[in-house]
């Protein structure tokens, strides 16, 4: 089973050659590979099916053991022409990869999450015949790495999953030409109707310019042509003079949302002396996140989301989708349930992901591996890896919340510690001065710092009366104070310091409601015998969470099974543990109970 699909979808080019598929594999657990030259003339003595890890069962290696250093070769046929430049790209590579082309070094990668890319033109032979190695180094026993999910161990246990090393994501070439377009970043500016472009170049021509033409569907937008005056050029281009799109725009709705995912076609031509050098084509979203009066507002509007905690992993590929259609089948599974999108917990997902939750309309937070502990080297490694996120996941409109911290891991005495909590201050500012088109969490669950939503984790349902937790009361205790004073863990809200500032308040995590339907042992934060019993648990919780007034959304733990943990809505191999109908059906519950409190 091969992923052949575009790998990089809000950046497409026409063409493109797939590196995925069978390649030579070792194990290196004495660290003899650089010195023996593995990356040169040695046949390595195994194959793995690349993008799967040898951990999972689609590499064809299957082997759960720890290795920490691991070898990667093929060969592949590409000659470009003289006027030609060839880019090397891995979606990612888990932790730290070296990268050799015909036994020539060509880069150094650190970070297993984000992707990275590097010029090979210069190490090509000048036969097509060419070859690359990789030498993935990934510690099990490194804390300071950010690994998430990831277990240290041999097998999994509790929430820790089986670990992941090397090759996960696609491995891809382009031919470019000489002068090409680098990047783009796209801005919308909703509320005065236009779109700003940040395009680079790796290097300016004097003669060179930039054309431009937007279109919805069929119809054209706008279109332009802008100098190449510098490697970064940033321009905002008028939607609203079109008098089509002016109409549709508030008549219609020509904006990103959930429900109505309009979406907005757009065609880079760099221009040298008359002629198309480089063309790319992308696309945007027209969306606006805020937040105000202690609500979220999405395109001016309050919003309320019912998310689902996703941990992205499968049965077959555990961190990598087996297929593209994978990726469509959870979303849409999700949305049948109900859910308008999903926090992708402790894992920055394949930009394919993305791409469908933009297409088929479904929000997501997007977060990040997280360290198990503080240190120099955690703190560097974590900002680096959110420089590389943002940069490459910003165009995406189906992100509008950032995570950097969850639930003080790698930052355990963030309560207290005057240090800890600089560092979540520092991740919530640095990741706003690169984005400030959406939210930041600064410590998802509780020990808040600056934050634009009191994110918080409750599993404790069995405890007392559910609507007690959450219930807006007039003439008591708001429900406000209630829920920024009361703790269901051993820590406070917000950190030592802070204090609540008219956030809205999200519950984050909670439920995990354990229905085992496949047989395997497992657990979950409740229990449940039969499908009768999981559908009025499910309800009892959400019933209490919809009659919130101070609550302005929520993330259910969780969309599926993982492994030993047996607490999502569907099986680990995404099978319905009950009728999805009636999922949906008390995740509606949220609109006729504020329909009944408005009108009491």
Known sequence: MNRNEYPRPQFVRDFWLNLNGEWQFAFDDDNQGKHEKWFADKQLDSTINVPFVYQSELSGINDRTPHDIVWYKRSFEI?????????????????????????????????????????????????????????????????????????????????????????????????????????????????????????????????????????????????????????????????????????????????????????????????????????????????????????????????????????????????????????????ELAKEMGFNGCRKHQKVEDPRFLYWADQLGFIVWGECAAPAVYNHDSAERLVREWSDIIRRDYNHPSIITWVPVNESWGVPNISFDRQQQHYTQTMYHYIKSLDRTRLVISNDGWALTDTDIVAIHNYAHGEEEEKEKYLYFKDSLSTVEKLITRRSTPWPIFASGFSYQNQPILLTEFGGIGFDVSGQPGWGYTSAENEEEFLREYRRVMEAVFASQSLWGFCYTQLSDVEQEINGLLTYEREPKCDLKKLAEINGLYHLMVLDSSSN
């Open 79 to 331: 000659q470009p022409a003289t006027n030609e430049r060839v880019i090397l790209h891995f979606g990612a590579v888990d932790y730290e990869a070296d990268v050799y082309v015909n036994a020539q070094h060509v880069c150094h990668h650190i970070g297993g999450n984000t992707s990275f890319s590097v010029d090979i033109t210069d190490q090509l032979n000048e036969d097509a015949t060419q070859e690359v190695s990789v030498r993935a180094f990934d510690s099990h026993y490194d804390e300071t790495i950010p690994r998430g999910k990831q277990f240290w161990e041999d097998k999994s246990r509790g929430i820790w999953y089986t670990n992941s090393t090397g090759i996960w994501q696609t491995v891809w070439l382009e031919i470019v030409p000489m002068n090409y377009i680098k990047d783009v970043r796209i801005t919308p500016l909703f509320d005065e109707g236009k779109v700003s472009f940040d395009v680079e170049f790796p290097a300016v021509h004097p003669k060179a310019s930039l054309n431009y033409e937007i279109s919805y569907g069929e119809i054209p937008i706008a279109s332009g042509t802008v100098d190449v005056v510098s490697k970064r050029n940033i321009f905002d281009v008028e939607l609203i003079q079109n008098h089509i799109f002016r109409t549709n725009y508030h008549s219609e709705g020509w904006t990103w949302t959930p429900e109505k995912p309009n979406l907005f076609d757009v065609t880079f031509r760099l221009i040298t002396e008359g002629q198309t050098e480089d063309k790319v084509s992308s696309y945007f979203g027209l969306r606006k996140v805020h937040t105000e009066d202690g609500m979220v507002f999405l395109n001016n509007k309050p919003y309320y989301q019912k998310l689902v905690l996703d941990q992205g992993y499968w049965p077959s590929g555990l961190l990598t989708a087996p297929t593209d259609a994978d990726f469509i089948k959870d979303i």
